[in-house]
């Protein structure tokens, strides 16, 4: 899954899409934007290690892509980098919440931004298809039904709902899939406040409604710069007590709906990400083609009880340790072992 760090200009964002990826920003892609990747911590994962020391970690990792800020005064120079927002699956819309600035309003100013790229997407394929309806060509029932499953997504905009917390029906979503609308894609918001003690602008936008996480992150970056033997002081002046980092990465992860599951033995400890709600097929696909393939069966278990228990063998005799089939909704920190044939 790619996440998009979304905004207007001069939010930080690249600042944060350094501190979160270690990578620095690179000019020459300013326009197209650019993509990093950020391990995510999860101390079951290194549980693990410690349990089988391993001769190969791969711990996992967000995809962060860092899209052109959006100009707030001259709107209309942003279609073009509002089409490389769309190659995101999801957004982190990054607000600089200092300057005396208004989180709410921003976030506001900026859904309407989205909504309206996305109804002149939907606008321009309305108008193509009643032009075709209005002629007697092969296709005009499935131009006629296009249009009965998209316009209700229309009116939607058109009355303000954003369409992240709109029903579907399995048709309209595969209708509009082409698309990438920007309102239906999953949304945190990123506040990168002035200082650690700023929390006014998060309680503001939590009570509008949204999802929000609130970090300093450009000031950690600072400090991050700085000789080591400089840091913790400049960190005490400041109030900055542990780092944000990890709290936002896995405030990203959950947003965007995901879960982890693991593979491990003397070999490798690998952690794997999947959407939330699906199964132990799915699972089994993302590990390997083959493995979907010619799956048979996957023996389950919690990685909680691996470590609690200490062992495979133990998980076992606590009658914890399962046997399913391609069904089986997987669950945040399962463990799998996938049974084939191919």
């Known amino acids: 899954m790619r996440i998009g760090l979304v905004g207007y200009q001069a939010s930080g964002k690249s600042s944060i899409f350094e501190l979160l990826t270690g990578m620095k920003p690179d000019p020459a892609k300013a326009h197209s934007g650019q993509i990093g990747m950020a391990v995510l911590p999860d101390p079951r994962f290194d549980g693990l290690v410690k349990l089988f020391n391993p001769k190969k970690v791969t711990p996992a990792k967000i995809e962060l892509f860092d899209t052109p800020g959006l100009d707030r005064v001259h709107g209309d120079s942003n279609n073009q980098r509002i089409s490389v927002v769309r190659e995101a699956n999801a957004l982190v819309h990054v607000i600089g919440a200092y300057a005396g600035g208004d989180p709410v309003a921003d976030a506001r100013n900026f859904e309407d931004d989205l909504m309206l790229a996305d109804l002149q997407v939907l606008e321009n394929r309305i108008e193509r298809l009643e032009a075709s309806v209005k002629k007697n060509r092969p296709d005009r029932e499935a131009c006629q039904e296009e249009l009965a499953l998209i316009r209700p997504v229309q009116e939607m905009l058109q009355s303000g709902k954003l369409l992240r917390n709109a029903e579907f029906t399995a ?159 997987m669950r945040d920190g399962d463990e799998i072992v996938v049974r084939f044939s191919v």
Not at 262 to 290: P, Y
């Open 171 to 329: 048709e309209q979503e595969q209708a509009t899939k082409s698309f990438s609308l920007l309102t239906r894609k999953p949304q945190l918001l990123l506040l990168n406040t002035a200082d650690a003690a700023d929390e006014s602008a998060t309680s503001a936008l939590s009570s509008a409604g949204y999802k929000v996480v609130a970090a300093p992150l450009g000031l950690e970056l600072e400090v991050q710069a700085l000789d080591e033997s400089e840091r913790a002081a400049f960190a005490a002046d400041f109030g900055l007590k542990e780092p944000s980092r990890e709290r936002v990465l896995r405030a990203i992860f959950e947003a965007t709906e995901q879960i982890t599951f693991f593979t491990s033995d003397e070999k490798e400890v690998r952690a794997w990400l999947l959407r939330r709600g699906m199964t132990a097929f799915d699972a089994a696909g993302t590990i390997h083609t083959d493995l979907a393939r010619g799956f048979i069966r996957a023996e389950i278990m919690a990685v909680d009880d691996l470590l609690r228990l200490g062992s495979e063998r133990e998980v076992k005799a606590a009658n914890l340790y399962h046997t399913v089939g391609k069904d089986h909704v």
